[in-house]
């Protein structure tokens, strides 16, 4: 009988911790896009459930994450699982939440670890969502088409361009155009 030639041992492939959590935020993003794209083609009260539990879990492993490593910036965990983050929050169910996490975004983009048109979007969500005015006109009333009241709207376009955005004007023809069906 002759002896088995010695195995090989295959190294363990570790995959640094900022990856896993980009893939997850990438995921739970990707997982509500799609419900959310179902609930549109087939409103029904199960698919509105579905979204509804989606977003509740998302929400509450971003508040997870939110706790243990501080807000997921691009410099953490890359560009695009730092926009599902925003995603993610955007849709909690929690302003509190909202609120606290639009503070750390406003931090990290001062200090360069994420882009300014995160904070324009959270910043515009609480605002609207606190009943006061937005201050880049990135919310859009979905009944009227037009943005939610903006502070100081005759300089609007100032701010939407140093934070990286096109002219709110262009903005809203894109979302009546989406919302025609003609894209």
Not at 5 to 20: A, E, F, G, M
Not at 25 to 41: F, G, K, Q
Not at 104 to 122: F, K, M, N, Q, T
Request: proline share 9%.
């Amino acid at each position: 009988m002759r002896d088995a030639p010695p195995r090989k041992s295959t190294p363990l492939i570790t995959v640094p911790p900022q990856q896993v959590l980009a893939a997850e935020l990438v995921r739970r993003a990707e997982d509500e896009r799609r419900l959310a794209n179902e609930a549109r083609s087939a409103p029904t009260v199960r698919a509105r459930t579905r979204i509804t539990e989606c977003r509740a879990g998302n929400a509450d492993a971003l508040h997870a994450i939110v706790a243990r490593h501080g807000w997921p910036t691009a410099a953490l965990v890359g560009e695009p699982a730092a926009t599902a983050a925003l995603m993610i929050l955007l849709h909690s169910p929690d302003l509190g939440f909202q609120l606290t996490c639009r503070d750390l975004i406003a931090e990290a983009v001062a200090d360069g670890r994420c882009p300014a048109v995160h904070h324009a979007y959270i910043a515009d969500h609480c605002a609207v969502e606190l009943s006061q005015p937005q201050f880049y006109g990135t919310r859009i009333d979905p009944g009227t088409l037009f943005p939610y009241p903006i502070r100081h709207p005759e300089t609007v376009d100032e701010r939407r361009h140093d934070v990286g955005l096109g002219p709110l004007a262009d903005h809203l023809r894109a979302v009546r155009l989406g919302a025609s069906g003609a894209v």
